[in-house]
């Protein structure tokens, strides 16, 4: 083995199997890991998130046999010197894709490589690479499904085969074993609930939960997906982005299941998903602005509507809509939100109570332990009409309706907003309408152990289709 000294910086690749730096590294000598919290990032984590990084750097640590080292700070100062330190003489890294992130690597890449480095990174989160699926006239897709055709046509979607996990000499970590402690990611002020017992942070995590999936959730994936009391999703979403999994193994393990057990659509399915994730961070390198601006510039035009106390019943779960209800109480305890909920709650918030999707975003951001730049803020404008392959304006979703269609037992409901448990089924979907006696017996005023419905779901409706009309016409 060569006699090099690489220097492995650890980014949102928090895994050593299918690790095409770490593999690189492993081949050109020993190596330095470490980790380096940007504080004075433009987009700081939220609380959950913090915490999810917290026990994911743990576990990787372990893995590494407590040869993580720890920095705070700008890395493009700090890089140069901690190579000096250790007399390095390359460091390799895997590329992130935000743009403030780009913009960093490539002033950070440029000052090792003048101090005399050899610096090489690589692709480890994504399936292909944003610039590598463009249409014939060399311009990115706006809409998904050319996309995702084209990815398909072109055999973008039959990736490598998974990079194996290398046999590392690493450089031992001579920091205080506190020093994951000292960076100070879990909140004092957040009790985080049922977040702990919900995950498992870390590389091994990530395994577990992609074979439950397959277990438990594949055979049924492309209908009971939809279906929030159920476990047809694969929740792979936090390891997917702090890279305790790359995509890549996911596609492969999850293909080779569905051939195994007769459930290729499903796996085809599941694998589409995938795509939509890609497409969201393929939209944000094109279109750098999709953060802090609306997409489609008409919606600049929109009358968004400011309500302190509308968008506080929204946050904590109280607006008197079971369905929303519940999945705004998932996100406070768990760290998440069912897919379907998400894009219920994201309807009423943006159509309903006609509040600027940027504060939903903000909200998400800050509770959701999968809080993904690029997921969030696309998913976002797709849910409000401002984005590039948009959900049209006019399909406003129906808490009620969604509820009676995907949790008709009420078991979601009951089990995130406990206080209606007692009521039927039929009646939990909608209090502010059921019979008084049967309230009553339920031990349900409303108004005071639950909350009445904030708004009117016809009215409002019809409030923000008229808004719409209002828009140019460029926007419908």
Same mark, same amino acid.
């Given at each position: 083995?060569?006699?090099?000294?690489?220097?492995?910086?650890?980014?949102?690749?928090?895994?050593?199997?299918?690790?095409?730096?770490?593999?690189?590294?492993?081949?050109?000598?020993?190596?330095?890991?470490?980790?380096?919290?940007? $504080?004075?990032?433009?987009?700081?984590?939220?609380?959950?998130?913090?915490?999810?990084?917290?026990?994911?750097?743990?576990?990787?640590?372990? /893995?590494?046999?407590? =040869?993580?080292?720890?920095?705070?700070?700008?890395?493009?100062?700090?890089?140069?010197?901690?190579?000096?330190?250790?007399?390095?003489?390359?460091?390799?890294?895997?590329?992130?894709?935000?743009?403030?992130?780009?913009?960093?690597?490539?002033?950070?890449?440029?000052?090792?490589?003048?101090?005399?480095?050899?610096? $090489? =990174? !690589?692709?480890?989160?994504?399936?292909?690479?944003?610039?590598?699926?463009?249409?014939?006239?060399?311009?990115?897709?706006?809409?998904?499904?050319?996309?995702?055709?084209?990815?398909?046509?072109?055999?973008?979607?039959?990736?490598?085969?998974?990079?194996?996990?290398?046999?590392?000499?690493?450089?031992?970590?001579?920091?205080?074993?506190? @020093?994951?402690?000292?960076?100070?990611?879990?909140?004092?002020?957040?009790?985080?609930?049922?977040?702990?017992?919900?995950?498992?942070?870390?590389?091994?995590?990530?395994?577990?939960?992609?074979? $439950?999936?397959?277990?438990?959730?594949?055979?049924?994936?492309?209908?009971?997906?939809?279906?929030?009391?159920?476990?047809?999703? /694969?929740?792979?979403?936090?390891?997917?982005?702090?890279?305790?999994?790359?995509?890549?193994?996911?596609?492969?393990?999850?293909?080779?299941?569905?051939?195994?057990?007769?459930?290729?659509?499903?796996?085809?399915?599941?694998?589409?998903?995938?795509?939509?994730?890609?497409? /969201?961070?393929?939209?944000?390198?094109?279109?750098?602005?999709?953060?802090?601006?609306?997409? @489609?510039?008409?919606?600049?035009?929109?009358?968004?509507?400011?309500?302190?106390?509308?968008?506080?019943?929204?946050?904590?779960?109280?607006?008197?809509?079971?369905?929303?209800?519940?999945?705004?109480?998932?996100?406070?305890?768990?760290?998440?939100?069912?897919?379907?909920?998400?894009?219920?709650?994201? /309807?009423?918030?943006?159509?309903?109570?006609?509040?600027?999707?940027?504060?939903?975003?903000?909200? !998400?951001?800050?509770?959701?332990?999968?809080?993904?730049?690029?997921? =969030?803020? !696309?998913?976002?404008?797709?849910?409000?009409?401002?984005?590039?392959?948009?959900?049209?304006?006019? &399909?406003? !979703?129906?808490?009620?309706?969604?509820?009676?269609?995907?949790?008709?037992?009420?078991?979601?409901?009951?089990?995130?907003?406990?206080?209606?448990? =007692?009521?039927?089924?039929?009646?939990?979907?909608?209090?502010?309408?059921?019979?008084?006696?049967?309230?009553?017996?339920?031990?349900?005023?409303?108004?005071?152990?639950?909350?009445?419905?904030?708004?009117?779901?016809?009215?409002? &409706?019809?409030?923000?289709?008229?808004?719409?009309?209002?828009?140019?016409?460029?926007? $419908?």
């Amino acid at each position: 083995m060569p006699s090099n000294i690489v220097i492995m910086w650890f980014r949102q690749d928090l895994r050593l199997s299918d690790n095409p730096a770490l593999l690189a590294a492993s081949q050109q000598g020993k190596i330095v890991a470490v980790y380096i919290l940007d $504080k004075a990032s433009e987009w700081s984590r939220g609380k959950a998130s913090n915490w999810w990084l917290h026990h994911s750097l743990s576990a990787l640590n372990k /893995s590494l046999n407590g =040869n993580l080292w720890i920095l705070s700070g700008d890395p493009t100062k700090l890089l140069p010197d901690f190579a000096k330190q250790h007399s390095a003489s390359h460091i390799y890294w895997n590329r992130c894709y935000e743009p403030s992130t780009l913009h960093s690597d490539n002033k950070t890449k440029e000052k090792l490589s003048g101090a005399g480095l050899v610096v $090489k =990174n !690589f692709n480890s989160s994504l399936l292909w690479e944003p610039w590598e699926n463009l249409k014939q006239d060399g311009t990115p897709y706006k809409i998904f499904t050319p996309f995702y055709k084209h990815a398909m046509s072109s055999n973008l979607l039959a990736t490598p085969s998974k990079a194996p996990t290398p046999t590392v000499k690493y450089i031992a970590c001579k920091q205080k074993p506190d @020093r994951i402690d000292s960076l100070t990611l879990l909140s004092k002020t957040h009790s985080y609930e049922d977040i702990p017992s919900t995950w498992t942070p870390g590389e091994q995590g990530a395994k577990q939960r992609l074979q $439950k999936f397959i277990d438990n959730g594949l055979s049924d994936y492309r209908n009971g997906r939809d279906y929030p009391a159920k476990c047809h999703i /694969s929740m792979l979403s936090p390891h997917l982005h702090f890279g305790e999994i790359s995509p890549t193994e996911a596609v492969q393990t999850v293909k080779q299941a569905g051939i195994l057990n007769a459930d290729e659509s499903q796996a085809e399915h599941f694998i589409r998903e995938l795509a939509w994730r890609e497409f /969201s961070y393929y939209t944000l390198y094109h279109f750098p602005h999709l953060c802090q601006q609306n997409m @489609r510039s008409q919606f600049d035009h929109f009358p968004w509507v400011k309500d302190e106390k509308n968008l506080i019943c929204w946050q904590q779960g109280e607006t008197g809509f079971p369905l929303i209800d519940a999945g705004m109480r998932e996100l406070r305890q768990t760290g998440y939100m069912h897919n379907r909920v998400r894009m219920v709650v994201a /309807s009423f918030l943006v159509k309903n109570l006609m509040i600027h999707w940027m504060e939903g975003a903000r909200w !998400f951001w800050n509770c959701l332990v999968d809080a993904d730049l690029a997921n =969030n803020n !696309f998913n976002w404008q797709w849910v409000a009409g401002s984005g590039a392959d948009t959900s049209p304006y006019f &399909r406003i !979703f129906n808490p009620i309706t969604q509820s009676k269609k995907f949790d008709p037992e009420g078991i979601y409901i009951r089990r995130y907003v406990p206080e209606l448990r =007692n009521l039927s089924n039929k009646a939990i979907h909608a209090p502010s309408i059921a019979n008084p006696n049967e309230l009553q017996k339920a031990g349900i005023e409303l108004g005071r152990n639950y909350p009445r419905e904030i708004v009117d779901l016809s009215t409002s &409706r019809a409030q923000a289709l008229e808004a719409y009309k209002s828009l140019p016409s460029a926007a $419908k």
